[in-house]
């Protein structure tokens, strides 16, 4: 946790939160209850998390489709990726989450691709096996690609198309790796289960394809980073400063070469634990790849990270030159964050992020000597709050059995750990944790509201209440949150800004907070309940007012009172 003296007197958490449940109907307030949690970082409480939306709760989460097409899969730059499904489905697979990348040159990108099979209401009745066949025959003649990924959307498993088939046949009839992702948009409680499906499918068809390692003498994959606004080239210049090859970063600006070899590297830092433990853990089964928890979102985190890496390689050399690799990068970000952190120690920053960025970007604030009031994930697990401790307790529902599990074994001629048993124990013994994620909860302050699938409703009775300086959140309620005169970082492809990962990633987001605090343009908002406290939410909208002609100022009224009441 945050060793530092708290500087903020905040309102009573469990009156805040009382506040934000009063106007849902007793059901709908009895789930959010549980979803909303006051922290103990020392025994993190259960939260209710991964669990489905109550419907007319406006939600930030997306589908099933997002999570495998445009977070896991989509970012391998040359597979040819093919969205079944009606053509606004297909609109999706234009990825605009800013996973950059920089294929060298005479290499094919597909990214800027939108392919789709444009399903008709003939498809819909009779089947679309055949539209997509020849979809695939299609792309194949034109492009000629490596690989072809066939990705679901909701109407392909409602009428039943067998997609595994279909792709089964062509990879015979093209004689190339064709795979098919049953991820339809409804599959899943949110984009979670889509990460799932595509964790499944990267593993079962790609990695392990190629057993020629990469020259090196410290290899290692970055897995759960997607070089949002380019952090994974930050990550990658760093640790190849320090002397560690990076095979395949999945996926950031990441080939399909790249990922068929990934089981051949030494250790496994996952990033983001939310999108891709299940790749970790599968690697590790079959191939005997340890992972560790990487953070490099911070400066003080990216050094923890760092030295944790150079403890695993146990090489001198390499610790060695990490030292150096720190001081050096210090140098140059030492004196920006004192200068800002002096000038905005103290203020207050509210996170709700995906399902891992409201955990990490809480460092970045940290190191400006910032305070997180609260924070929250759009649609993470109970292990990415509470630690992976939990996991042997999280029940299984309906949801979660969609997806499947899939069984690895060792495989018997490439199952090589890294390290012994006899390494691997004494390396634990001092202190080094393997396979672990001790979650967001445990490095919050005790008392602080952790917020899962926040409401629209919850963010503005949370901006009211607790007036943070700054939001960090996501282009579904940005503008909402700007409206209220609150400056908004927003979190997911960070609109046009980056990188913020590792050292350089640390200043331009030092940067970047400053200028969004010290902007004088947010003292042109009034927000709405200093303009008029009538119109503190919860009011209604009650019509026009008729009290002069032609004046259409709207009357805004308690739920329940009368128009009369409200004027
Ligand atoms: Fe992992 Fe992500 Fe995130 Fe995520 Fe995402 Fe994203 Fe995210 Mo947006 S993989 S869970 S599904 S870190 S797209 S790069 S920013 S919600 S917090």
Avoid at 50 to 68: H, K, L, V
Avoid at 346 to 359: E, I, N, P, T, Y
Wanted: proline share 5%.
């Amino acid at each position: 946790m945050s060793d530092e003296t708290s500087t903020v007197t905040l309102p009573d958490a469990a009156a805040v939160k009382a506040e934000m449940l009063k106007i849902y109907p007793a059901k709908t307030a009895k789930k959010r209850a549980k979803q909303i949690i006051l922290n103990e970082p020392d025994s993190p409480p259960e939260i209710g998390a991964n669990s489905r939306t109550i419907p007319g709760i406006i939600t930030q989460r997306g589908c099933t489709y997002a999570g495998c097409r445009g977070v896991v899969l989509g970012p391998i730059y040359d597979i040819l990726q093919i969205t079944h499904g009606p053509v606004g489905c297909g609109f999706y697979a234009w990825l605009s989450r800013r996973n950059l990348v920089r294929p060298p040159a005479g290499t094919t990108n597909y990214l800027q691709y939108c392919m789709n099979t444009d399903m008709q209401e003939d498809q819909i009745i009779f089947g679309g096996e055949k539209k997509l066949k020849q979809a695939i025959r299609e792309a194949y003649d034109i492009f000629k690609p490596k690989a072809i990924a066939v990705l679901a959307t909701c109407p392909v498993g409602l009428i039943g198309d067998d997609i595994h088939t279909v792709a089964k046949q062509m990879k015979e009839e093209l004689g190339i790796n064709v795979m098919a992702f049953s991820c339809e948009g409804y599959k899943g409680v949110s984009q979670s289960a889509g990460h799932h499906i595509a964790n499944n499918g990267v593993f079962k068809n790609i990695i392990g394809l190629d057993d020629k390692p990469d020259a090196g003498e410290f290899t290692m994959n970055i897995l759960g980073e997607y070089n949002i606004g380019g952090d994974a080239w930050e990550i990658d210049t760093l640790l190849r400063k320090c002397g560690i090859h990076v095979t395949s970063t999945l996926s950031g600006d990441v080939s399909y070469d790249q990922v068929k070899k990934a089981h051949t590297v030494m250790l496994n830092g996952v990033m983001c634990h939310r999108s891709i433990n299940y790749i970790a853990e599968m690697m590790e089964k079959k191939f005997g790849i340890p992972w560790i928890k990487v953070n490099f979102i911070g400066a003080e985190a990216t050094a923890k990270t760092l030295r944790k890496i150079g403890n695993f390689f146990d090489s001198k050399k390499l610790t060695d030159r990490i030292e150096e690799v720190i001081a050096q990068e210090m140098i140059a970000l030492r004196p920006v964050r004192d200068e800002l952190k002096a000038k905005h120690q103290g203020k207050k920053a509210a996170l709700f992020v995906g399902g891992s960025r409201a955990h990490h970007y809480q460092d970045l604030f940290r190191d400006l000597g910032m305070e997180i009031v609260s924070a929250g994930y759009e649609f993470a697990h109970r292990d990415d709050y509470e630690g992976r401790k939990v996991l042997p307790t999280i029940k299984v529902d309906a949801d979660s059995r969609n997806i499947e599990e899939l069984h690895v074994e060792a495989d018997p001629l490439r199952y090589k750990p890294t390290k012994t048993p006899e390494q691997m124990a004494e390396l634990q013994a001092g202190g080094f944790s393997f396979k672990d994620y001790e979650g967001m909860m445990v490095e919050m302050k005790k008392q602080t509201l952790v917020i899962d699938d926040i409401s629209h409703h919850e963010m503005e009775k949370l901006i009211e209440i607790y007036k943070p300086d700054i939001i960090g959140s996501g282009i579904k309620d940005k503008f909402v949150v700007e409206k209220m005169g609150v400056p908004c970082k927003q979190l997911h492809s960070y609109d046009y800004s980056g990188p913020y990962a590792a050292f350089g990633g640390a200043v331009n987001f030092y940067r970047e907070v400053d200028r969004m605090l010290t902007t004088k343009v947010w003292k042109f908002i009034t927000p709405p309940w200093e303009k008029d406290p009538l119109q503190s939410p919860p009011l209604v909208h009650a019509g026009r007012s008729g009290a002069k002609k032609n004046d259409d100022t709207p009357v805004w009224r308690k739920p329940g009172a009368t128009t009369e009441e409200a004027a």
